[in-house]
């Protein structure tokens, strides 16, 4: 088994890894971004039997099309559903959570916590005994995205978007609530992944919040998905929160919590939005996820009109550390982390064994270690 990054060894780039397992030849997402829609090259990696894919955001997925259109691509069905015109191809179906037959491989799914219909995957090779584990993006924090712990495996990629940051959600939480009791507050966020569960904390402390339509539709479609999509609680708070929420067009007075889509405010309401009341200060703007540079986000970050407050959707330190001895790999590739991160993550965590580059490969039974 070798495993590849072909991109998301490094850096806070789009996810693109191949493995070669039992003969086959897999690679596990093609994304894009998150920073100016960098893309994987796949220019060099030969034939491909499937691609894999963990979860919809697009530093997983917005690279499909570079992938040949005979190769079949693997995702949950919600996944598929709520790609929207991001996907241009047909798909095959993975569980949320169990076990798939695919090229002859068993390969097991689990929960992600992450993004609705998101899994990691656990890609065994039965004849040598050993198997892979991807986590894609995962967290255990999530108040409306349920997380499988994942099972042990030869390999590992893991999500350590984070490095050694290790503040939990709550604390986050706490300052955004407190930012809503002070007025008009504007959110920018993923409505496929933090902006809905925002939505859902801070309607329980009291804010008024207020949804996109983008928000709105893809509340609906998890509400509609089946059952394990989410967690028992989060499932009712959603629908409570849906059902008190108000709405947002581009003609709305500033009021209350306002969730928008697009965090980097790219284009649609969120940018109308923003530039709109750039010049009122009553009207606060906070970014909870990565501000991607060259973007409008990135700019009103830096001149001081918008705050910075991390909404966590990846494993802070103590997370990545228990998922990592869950797993009881030999060897794990710390993904989606900047080069210049990775010595602080090494040393915060010297009991893992971490990969120092973007290539693994087991180590046979047979072979001398
Ligand atoms: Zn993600």
């Known amino acids: 088994m070798r495993v590849e990054a072909i991109s998301g060894f490094g850096v806070k780039g789009p ?12 690679l596990l997402d093609c994304g894009e971004g998150p920073d100016n829609k960098r893309r994987p090259d796949l220019s ?16 997983h997925i917005a690279a499909l099309d570079l992938v040949p259109p005979e190769v079949p691509v693997f995702m949950t069905a919600l996944v598929h559903d709520l790609a929207g015109d991001t996907l241009t191809r047909p798909t095959s179906a993975l569980p949320l959570r169990g076990m798939a037959d695919i090229l002859g491989l068993r390969v097991t799914t689990g929960r992600n ?8 995957l656990h890609i065994a090779d039965a004849a040598a005994n050993e198997s892979l584990l991807y986590t894609g993006d995962v967290s255990r924090e999530s108040a409306l ?8 495996a030869t390999l590992a990629i893991v999500d350590a978007s984070y490095g050694d940051y290790d503040e939990p959600l709550d604390i986050g939480a706490a300052k955004l609530v407190a930012m809503a009791g002070e007025g008009p507050l504007l959110l920018p966020a993923p409505a496929d992944g933090r902006g809905l569960e925002m939505a859902v904390v801070l ?17 609906e479609a998890v509400i509609a998905a089946e059952d394990e999509v989410l967690t028992a609680h989060g499932r009712a708070a959603l629908a409570g929160m849906l059902s008190n929420a108000g ?17 980097a405010l790219g284009s649609g309401l969120g940018r109308e939005l923003a ?6 200060p009553s009207v606060r703007i906070a970014f909870t996820g990565h501000v991607g540079s060259g973007t409008l986000a990135a700019e009103l970050v830096g001149e001081g009109r918008a705050s910075f407050v ?29 080069r210049t991160k990775l010595p602080a993550l090494y040393a915060a965590l010297p009991q893992a064994r971490f990969a120092t580059s973007g290539v693994m490969a087991s180590v046979p039974e047979s072979a001398p270690r």
């Open 203 to 219: 309607a329980r402390s009291g804010a008024h919040v207020r949804l996109c339509p983008a928000h709105r539709h893809i509340a």
């Open 44 to 59: 060099g990696i030969g034939t491909l039997d499937a691609v894999l894919v963990s979860h919809g955001h697009l530093d």
């Open 310 to 338: 991390r909404w966590n959707v990846h494993p802070p330190l103590s997370d990545l550390k228990a998922v990592i001895a869950a797993i009881a790999a030999v060897e794990v590739l710390p993904a989606f982390l900047d």
């Open 15 to 26: 996810a693109a890894f191949l493995v070669e397992i039992d003969g086959r030849r897999l």
């Open 275 to 280: 530039v709109k009341w750039r010049d009122e």
């Open 247 to 263: 709405p947002l067009d581009a003609g709305a007075a500033p009021e209350g919590v306002m969730i928008v889509a697009k965090p």
């Open 113 to 120: 916590g992450h993004a609705p219909g998101g899994v990691w």
């Open 145 to 152: 995205y349920p997380f499988d712990m994942p099972p042990p």
